[in-house]
C-alpha cells in the first residue's frame, strides 16, 4: 500500500506536458508548468559518485525559482550521498521560502524515505501532474 503514504490526490491538475522544456544538461532536465518547475531526473542511480555534481545541477537549475518539484521515475537507486544532496536543496529552498516536492518515486526509493524517515521532510506525491497541482492549493 505505497500510495496511502504519498499526499491526498487534488481535485484540480495541471500536465505538466503544457509546459517549455529545456535541453538535457547532465542530470536534469527542466520544464515549466505555469509558475511551477518539474525538474526531471534523468540518472537511474544518484550516489557517491555523483551526488556532489549532481546537487550543483540541481541548484544551477532552480536559480531564483521557489516552487520546485523534482520528478524523479527514472531513478531507482539513491544512497546516503544522493540523499544528502537532495536534503542540501530542499534546506535551501526552505530558507528563500521555497520548496521541493518529489514525484514518481520508485518503491525501492519509497523504502528508503521511509526507513531514514525522510517521507516525514519531503512532500510525496505519485506523479507530476499532483506535485505540481498541490502549488495551487497552497
Known amino acids: 500500500m505505497i500510495e496511502a503514504r504519498y499526499a491526498s490526490p487534488l481535485r484540480r491538475v495541471f500536465p505538466a506536458s503544457k509546459g517549455i522544456m529545456d535541453s538535457v544538461n547532465g542530470f536534469v532536465s527542466s520544464l515549466r508548468s505555469g509558475s511551477v518547475t518539474v525538474l526531471t531526473v534523468t540518472n537511474s542511480t544518484i550516489d557517491l559518485r555523483n551526488a556532489k555534481a549532481f546537487q550543483r545541477e540541481l541548484v544551477e537549475r532552480i536559480g531564483e525559482e521557489k516552487q520546485i518539484v ?56 505519485p506523479d507530476v501532474d499532483h506535485a505540481v497541482a498541490s502549488y495551487a492549493t497552497a
Open 70 to 125: 523534482l520528478d524523479m521515475k527514472a531513478v531507482d537507486f539513491v544512497d546516503s550521498a544522493g540523499l544528502g544532496g537532495l536534503i542540501s536543496v530542499l534546506r535551501n529552498q526552505l530558507t528563500r521560502s521555497g520548496d521541493v516536492r518529489l514525484a514518481g518515486l520508485s518503491d525501492r526509493v519509497v523504502v528508503l524515505l521511509e526507513v531514514t524517515r525522510l517521507d516525514r521532510v519531503f512532500t510525496i506525491f
